[in-house]
């Protein structure tokens, strides 16, 4: 139980902590010194006297006096015992006066500055100040972990050998830095709702944190339209996201989902919120993606399902945001429409071009074209592929199900 508790604690508080650390220092590599030191204490320490009742506020203490300890042996100043109050306020929850009214959320704007490139701002965010991990991340990129790890030392080493400071921006400058923020907020929400690794197959922490972020985003920018696709696309799908489980917790696909466990009101408050972005005839690819989720919403049954449209709006997307994953959901949505073999016809010519290697959700979306057509062989080894990539062990028992279906 203490491991467990350990473990959650870490997840949920590291990025917590840090982000009213490195605001105080200026300094990522300092304040990440600073918070393992503290983590590191906290390890010898909670298991013989039981963990704290706030446990963030007591690393951000420790650590802030670790990093006045290292700036002192550097020779300089220590700025940081007069915000140490304020501090301990952000990684206890409160809210503090400012332009953006939230320390994360200031934070990752501060991250997003535009001396790096969009990827590197983003890789940057999610392992710092939203707890990914460097796997986690890798997954959200389609990339090789390692690829990942030289992305964030690069972007590291950028901060450092040019002397960025970590400073929360100006109302002025968050438009500049809005895109990456909000790739940040998606891309925990994606975390969250499909974990890339694990026995859970959703993380409601993150979920929960990425709505949040994205309600503050649509309070403090009520009038970008790609704020409001964003905040409605993470409200359509998670309205969806208890009937994506099991009773076991086993993943259960959008066809099979019990619709009479869809949260409605969510999935109307997402789609007024669309209707607002959409009325600003400002289109952009959240948009575009909370129209998809809509026309999910909308249908009480797979068969009411508008896959035509859905097409259509995926065909519109990949011109606007091109990507291999936006490519193989049209593909599907295609065989959907048109019929499996339409669909397998686009996926056989993608997997061939090479893109998307090792995203277990190829081989997965082949099998199944595969399937519905009744070439079972051809479909157990599609599974087998999948699951030779899959590591979140409640999609792996549905690949199983699936695969043990098409052996007989």
């Given at each position: ?204 922490d993150l979920c929960a944190e990425a709505i949040r972020l994205a309600r503050m985003l649509a309070a403090l920018l009520p009038e970008e339209p790609e704020v409001l696709g964003l905040l ?177």
């Open positions: 139980m203490l491991a467990r508790g350990l473990e959650r604690i870490y997840r949920d508080e590291w990025g917590r902590v840090l982000a009213p650390l490195v605001r105080l220092t200026g300094d990522l590599d300092l304040a990440e010194d600073a918070l393992q030191e503290a983590w590191a204490r906290a390890l010898a320490a909670w298991p013989r006297g039981g963990i704290p009742q706030r446990p963030a506020a007591w690393l951000f203490v420790v650590a802030r006096r670790a990093a006045i300890d290292r700036l002192r042996r550097r020779g300089r100043e220590a700025p940081l015992a007069a915000g140490a109050d304020e501090g301990a306020a952000a990684a206890s929850n409160a809210d503090l006066p400012a332009d953006i009214p939230d320390e994360r959320l200031r934070l990752i704007f501060g991250a997003c500055h535009p001396a790096l490139s969009q990827p590197a701002q983003v890789a940057l965010t999610l392992r710092t100040l939203c707890g990914l991990t460097t796997e986690e991340i890798a997954r959200a990129f389609i990339e090789p972990a390692a690829t990942t790890a030289q992305r964030l030392v690069r972007a590291k080493r950028k901060i450092r050998e040019a002397g960025i400071r970590w400073e929360v921006p100006g109302r002025e400058d968050l438009p500049a830095r809005l895109e990456p923020a909000l790739a940040v907020v998606y891309l925990v929400f994606n975390e969250g709702y499909l974990a890339a690794s694990g026995d859970a197959l959703v993380r409601h409605a696309l993470v409200l359509l799908h998670d309205a969806r996201r208890e009937a994506r489980r099991g009773r076991d917790g086993e993943f259960v696909p959008l066809e099979e989902q019990d619709r009479a466990r869809w949260d409605r009101s969510e999935i109307d408050e997402g789609t007024r919120i669309l209707d607002r972005a959409v009325a600003m005839r400002r289109r952009g690819p959240y948009q575009i993606q909370a129209a998809i989720s809509a026309l999910h919403g909308a249908a009480r049954t797979p068969d009411d399902t508008d896959w035509r449209q859905i097409a259509l709006l995926y065909g519109a997307l990949a011109r606007l945001a091109p990507s291999p994953t936006v490519a193989l959901n049209e593909a599907a949505a295609i065989a959907m429409a048109e019929g499996p073999e339409e669909g397998l016809k686009r996926v056989d010519a993608f997997a061939a071009s090479g893109a998307l290697a090792g995203y277990h959700l190829l081989p997965a979306a082949r099998a199944d074209l595969l399937r519905r057509r009744g070439r079972r062989a051809e479909a157990s080894e599609a599974y087998r592929a999948a699951l030779a990539l899959c590591r979140n062990a409640r999609e792996r028992a549905y690949l199983e199900r699936r695969l043990t279906e098409v052996t007989g």
